[in-house]
């Protein structure tokens, strides 16, 4: 199946959060690979949109959307480095 | 990692088309009047979302493809069965609304500020936001050195052909080369086939000048170039890629 990237994530990210999260680093709870969340492996041919990991294809991130509320699945990930706007 | 932005609400604004321009049989840019454009990156892409009169809403991302400073303009490749880009390339007419929300996506971006030699290597309509970092660059007087590799099927498969062919002699320091890969122009240097590691040698720039490498086009050729670029020893944080899918 033919898959995009974590560029596509953006818009979807930015409707819940106030900072760009695509430019933000995580990394793999499976294999411990770090990368930016625009590089991920993204399946957007599904209910939601799933993010893998480039190295293990592990999942990273699901993400669903019904018109009224969002279910956000980071648990594929141990953490996320995100830069902080000035105060 | 640079900064962060503090961002306002993501919402959808209703965008009217102001001009509308062909580039080619199967591709054609809309000039979008956005009230409150807050401005945009080079690279960077906008959501659309159409409506039908029964309330079915179809929705794509589209990659802006004019310099900073200006109203978006849009390039759309029609997708043969698509939802979205046959009413776009073909039907959509100057004062039509839509709405789009945007501009999104930090990461596959430029900007003048970056000092580093830039290497952009476009697959079909993956130029789109290669361009806007072409206009850019151009736009705010930037002597970075770009070099743009553009893979196509055929010389009238070339998006912005005019433009480029202007900007080749007029944008000192941009070196634009094509990779034909059905049917090249007679007197091309080269005959048709794969963008491969021996032009993104001849054509890219040595790893010891630690280019910015942009990749975009559909996911098959972004995997092989960004795939060669790194085999050639060029640093996996400075190859930035977007893919389309196809």
């Not at chain 1, 994530?9 to 106030?18: G, Q, Y």
């Not at chain 2, 979302?49 to 109203?71: C, F, H, K, M, W």
């Not at chain 2, 009413?87 to 999104?104: C, M, N, Q, T």
């Amino acid at each position: 199946m033919t898959f995009l990237d974590g560029n596509e994530l953006a818009a979807p990210l930015r409707e819940i959060f106030t900072v760009d999260l695509t430019v933000a680093s995580g990394q793999c709870a499976n294999c411990g690979r770090r990368c930016t969340l625009a590089e991920v492996r993204l399946y957007a041919r599904a209910p939601g949109l799933v993010a893998r990991c480039t190295g293990c294809e592990a999942v990273l991130l699901r993400l669903v959307r019904s018109p009224d509320r969002v279910w956000l699945d980071l648990s594929g990930l141990s953490y996320l480095e995100i830069a902080r706007p000035p105060d | 990692m640079a900064r962060a932005a503090v961002l306002g609400r993501l919402s959808w604004q209703v965008a009217q088309i102001a001009a509308v321009r062909p580039e080619t049989d199967t591709a054609r840019t809309l000039v979008l009047d956005v009230p409150d454009w807050p401005g945009h990156r080079a690279g960077q892409h906008v959501d659309v979302r159409l409506t039908a009169e029964d309330g079915y809403t179809a929705q794509r991302s589209y990659s802006i493809a004019s310099a900073p400073g200006g109203p978006p303009a849009l390039t759309v490749q029609r997708v043969d069965g698509g939802e979205v880009s046959p009413y776009l390339v073909d039907i959509a007419a100057p004062g039509d609304r839509f709405e789009v929300r945007g501009p999104v996506g930090g990461y596959f971006t430029w900007q003048p500020g970056d000092h580093a030699p830039v290497l952009l290597v476009a697959g079909g309509s993956g130029v789109v936001p290669l361009m806007s970092m072409v206009r850019a660059r151009a736009a705010a007087g930037s002597r970075v050195p770009f070099r743009l590799l553009y893979s196509t099927r055929t010389p009238a498969t070339v998006i912005y052909a005019d433009e480029l062919r202007r900007r080749s002699r007029d944008d000192h320091g941009l070196d634009i080369a094509y990779a034909y890969t059905r049917v090249a122009p007679p007197e091309h240097p080269r005959p048709p086939g794969r963008l491969d590691a021996v032009l993104l040698a001849e054509w890219g720039w040595p790893t010891e000048f630690a280019p910015n490498c942009y990749v975009c086009g559909p996911t098959g050729f972004v995997e092989t170039v960004a795939n060669l670029l790194v085999d050639a020893g060029h640093d996996p944080a400075r190859v930035r890629t977007e893919r389309f899918g196809g």
